[in-house]
């Protein structure tokens, strides 16, 4: 069985992601959403909020299962038995950050390799940072967003 993580903390999960979860979705015959419980930022959602608000996006989609995770993201991919991990790149900025992971991640262990998917077009501009600005600011971001997330970054 061909297992695959997505790893990322997803504060909160965007179109963007969901775009990358579903099309790497039928790359494996099963993909782990590895929602990350302790990044080094100012989340707005817990990891509990984040990991449900996927886990809702994703109902529908047999073969995807969201779980938390703390560590190294090559400590996860060992635990959950998979030797690929999934990225999702934008253009310009991404390729740079991702590079560098996926080299630290090679080096950490020689035996996971990185597939990088290219966001669709439509999700190219598509930061949580910024969705998070724009609706705290009162800007409509409905269609960036799965209608629970819409929801919750309403309140």
């Not at 707005?44 to 190294?72: C, P, Y």
């Not at 090559?74 to 740079?96: C, N, P, Y």
């Amino acid at each position: 069985m061909l297992t695959g993580i997505y790893p990322g903390s997803f504060d909160p999960v965007h179109n963007g992601h969901l775009d990358i979860a579903l099309r790497a979705s039928k790359l494996f015959d099963k993909l782990i959403v590895g929602v990350y419980d302790k990044p080094k930022k100012n989340n707005k959602f817990s990891s509990n909020e984040r990991t449900e608000m996927f886990r809702v996006a994703t109902k529908d989609v047999d073969n995807i299962e969201v779980v938390q995770f703390t560590g190294l993201v090559t400590s996860f991919a060992r635990e959950m038995d998979a030797r690929i991990i999934v990225r999702g790149l934008r253009a310009g900025f991404d390729f740079e950050t991702e590079f560098e992971m996926a080299l630290m991640w090679r080096n950490l262990d020689p035996e996971l390799d990185i597939i990088c998917l290219m966001s669709s077009l439509k999700y190219q501009f598509i930061y949580s940072s910024r969705i998070k600005e724009v609706a705290d600011l009162g800007g409509d971001i409905s269609n960036l967003v799965p209608r629970n997330v819409f929801k919750s970054l309403s309140k």
